[in-house]
């Protein structure tokens, strides 16, 4: 099974897609790790992603996509991928489709999770986390019980927020995201493969919709 999950920052895509890689058996791959991955491992296409990156340039669809299909011919794969950063337009996601069928694959579902945009501001700027065994907090929905104190490791004063999780910083991603995902959602509408789950649900009801679009049970 091969799937695209998007979302903007702060929808919780992170979270279900370990969970489908602890459930489901699948592998996330992520174009940004896979560059990076190939920079340090001074492969020849490390090497041109290094130089075009470092100049600034766009990067092209052809080498992304040569990148992507040594991805898919690794064995990990072979039970599916949870597609992350890619496709972004629509000549990334016809790319993709051709690198699936030349390896006899499809893809399966693209399950965007929805959000209220405010209600994710409000989510995201009220977090913050023990800088020593990383505990997540939020100011309005999760405070530790003794102000000071984290509950788990029950560091003193060890608190702290990410620089930018504030109003103008999360507001900018979503409208980079909105931006970034507009070209490609009508393109696999037509294909009848998106499918929207309330992202702004508890996490274990967002997982259960999930499952039930992985299952065929929309």
């Known amino acids: 099974m091969n799937i695209i999950l998007l979302g903007p920052p702060g929808a919780g895509k992170g979270t279900q897609a370990t969970r489908?890689?602890?459930?489901?058996?699948?592998?996330?791959?992520?174009?940004?790790?896979?560059?990076?991955?190939?920079?340090?491992?001074?492969?020849?296409?490390?090497?041109?992603?290094?130089?075009?990156?470092?100049?600034?340039?766009?990067?092209?669809?052809?080498?992304?996509?040569?990148?992507l299909g040594a991805r898919l011919d690794e064995p990990d794969t072979a039970n599916g991928v949870i597609f992350d950063g890619?496709?972004?337009?629509?000549?990334?996601?016809?790319a993709l489709d051709r690198l699936l069928a030349e390896r006899g694959r499809t893809l399966d579902h693209v399950i965007e999770l929805d959000v209220d945009e405010e209600a994710l501001v409000d989510r995201i700027t009220g977090r913050?986390?023990?800088?020593?065994?990383?505990?997540?907090?939020?100011?309005?929905?999760?405070?530790?019980?003794?102000?000071?104190?984290?509950?788990?490791?029950?560091?003193?004063?060890?608190?702290?927020?990410?620089?930018?999780?504030?109003a103008e910083t999360v507001r900018n991603r979503l409208a980079e995201y909105r931006a970034k995902t507009a070209p490609i959602l009508p393109y696999y509408e037509?294909?009848?493969?998106?499918?929207?789950?309330d992202g702004m649900a508890p996490i274990a009801e967002v997982n259960a919709a999930i499952e039930r679009i992985l299952d065929g049970s929309r």
């Open 20 to 67: 489908l890689v602890h459930e489901r058996g699948l592998v996330q791959v992520s174009t940004g790790d896979m560059l990076r991955a190939a920079v340090n491992a001074g492969t020849e296409i490390g090497r041109m992603a290094d130089e075009i990156m470092k100049a600034g340039k766009l990067f092209p669809d052809d080498l992304m996509s040569q990148i």
């Open 86 to 94: 890619y496709p972004r337009t629509q000549a990334q996601a016809e």
């Open 128 to 166: 913050f986390s023990c800088a020593k065994c990383g505990e997540g907090y939020h100011d309005r929905y999760k405070l530790p019980k003794v102000p000071t104190l984290c509950d788990v490791c029950g560091s003193e004063n060890q608190f702290k927020r990410r620089p930018d999780d504030n």
């Open 190 to 197: 037509a294909k009848g493969l998106v499918a929207r789950v």
